[in-house]
């Protein structure tokens, strides 16, 4: 893993609302098949860094690299926005988001909601798409569900098109803000069963999440963050071993 290319490399990254600075130079990589973990209190950064990554928000200063090109960008502090819109089209169409609320577009069907983007934004031809789309239902466990619509699932159903939809679009990494917050325990384990199994796959990842043993079980890396500033990083063995922090031990008593 330490050999394989960066895929997503941030580079000493600020991002501010007005005053409210919310991000304080914080570095990221992740690899080629790696999965990182973003853990840490709420209000701490962590679906602002991965909002930044996939360019849904603009920050003020720092680098974003994506497969080493560099993100371009015109301007500078609360004025600085992407300088290149066929670069960020590109770059955003090779990371697929999977979103807390789902976000499944409600007037589809399942199959629909799978197939929208790779046919609409990426002009694959439909019947391919199609093949392509019952596969990955079939993949996340909902292959029966694909002429359902989205009030019909369960919120763990829901989450799981959600991540089928993110990967028909066959990206070079998946990221994940909270995809298990808003479900019921036994909901949760289906989705979190997923993910693992795309972890074992060596799909690269990135993560933010709540729940302690899923950071732990499928990441080659955790980075814990706290009032938008890395406090503590490393495997994962390391974080929830031996925390060093003594804000890093406060937060794992708390959410134990």
Same mark, same amino acid.
């Given at each position: 893993?330490?050999?394989?290319?960066? %895929? &997503?490399? &941030? @580079?000493? /990254?600020?991002?501010?609302?007005?005053?409210?600075?919310?991000?304080?130079?914080?570095?990221?990589?992740?690899?080629?098949?790696?999965?990182?973990? +973003?853990?840490? !209190?709420?209000?701490?950064?962590?679906?602002?860094?991965? @909002?930044?990554?996939?360019?849904?928000?603009?920050?003020?200063?720092?680098?974003? +690299?994506?497969?080493?090109?560099?993100?371009?960008?015109?301007? !500078?502090?609360?004025?600085? *926005?992407?300088?290149?819109?066929?670069? &960020?089209?590109?770059? *955003?169409?090779? +990371?697929?988001?999977?979103?807390?609320?789902?976000?499944?577009?409600?007037? /589809?069907?399942?199959?629909?909601?799978?197939?929208?983007?790779?046919?609409?934004?990426?002009? $694959?031809?439909?019947?391919?798409?199609?093949?392509?789309?019952?596969?990955?239902?079939?993949?996340?466990?909902?292959?029966?569900?694909?002429?359902?619509?989205?009030?019909?699932?369960?919120?763990?159903?829901?989450?799981?098109?959600?991540?089928? $939809?993110?990967?028909?679009?066959?990206?070079?990494?998946?990221?994940?803000?909270?995809?298990?917050?808003?479900?019921?325990?036994?909901?949760?384990?289906?989705? #979190?069963?997923?993910?693992?199994?795309?972890?074992?796959?060596? @799909?690269?990842? &990135?993560?933010?999440?709540?729940?302690?043993? /899923?950071?732990?079980? %499928?990441?080659?890396?955790? #980075?814990?963050?706290?009032?938008?500033? #890395?406090?503590?990083?490393?495997?994962?063995?390391?974080?929830?071993?031996?925390?060093?922090?003594?804000?890093?031990?406060?937060?794992? !008593?708390?959410?134990?």
């Amino acid at each position: 893993m330490a050999d394989a290319p960066p %895929v &997503i490399e &941030i @580079r000493d /990254l600020h991002k501010a609302y007005g005053q409210l600075e919310v991000l304080k130079g914080v570095d990221l990589r992740a690899c080629q098949g790696e999965v990182v973990s +973003l853990i840490g !209190s709420s209000g701490s950064g962590k679906s602002t860094l991965l @909002r930044c990554a996939n360019l849904l928000e603009d920050s003020q200063s720092g680098d974003i +690299l994506f497969c080493e090109e560099p993100v371009r960008w015109r301007g !500078s502090g609360h004025s600085r *926005r992407p300088a290149d819109a066929a670069q &960020i089209t590109r770059i *955003r169409t090779n +990371l697929s988001m999977v979103f807390q609320s789902f976000n499944l577009w409600s007037h /589809l069907t399942v199959l629909q909601n799978v197939m929208e983007a790779p046919v609409h934004v990426l002009r $694959r031809d439909p019947a391919e798409v199609e093949r392509a789309a019952r596969a990955y239902l079939d993949k996340v466990g909902i292959g029966d569900k694909c002429d359902a619509w989205p009030a019909q699932l369960s919120g763990g159903q829901q989450q799981r098109a959600a991540i089928a $939809r993110a990967l028909a679009m066959e990206p070079k990494a998946l990221l994940f803000d909270e995809p298990t917050s808003a479900l019921d325990p036994e909901l949760e384990q289906e989705v #979190i069963r997923v993910i693992k199994a795309l972890a074992d796959e060596g @799909r690269t990842m &990135i993560i933010v999440t709540h729940d302690m043993n /899923l950071a732990r079980d %499928v990441s080659n890396h955790v #980075i814990f963050l706290h009032q938008g500033m #890395i406090e503590e990083e490393g495997p994962p063995a390391n974080l929830f071993g031996a925390p060093r922090s003594e804000r890093l031990r406060g937060f794992l !008593s708390a959410v134990a």
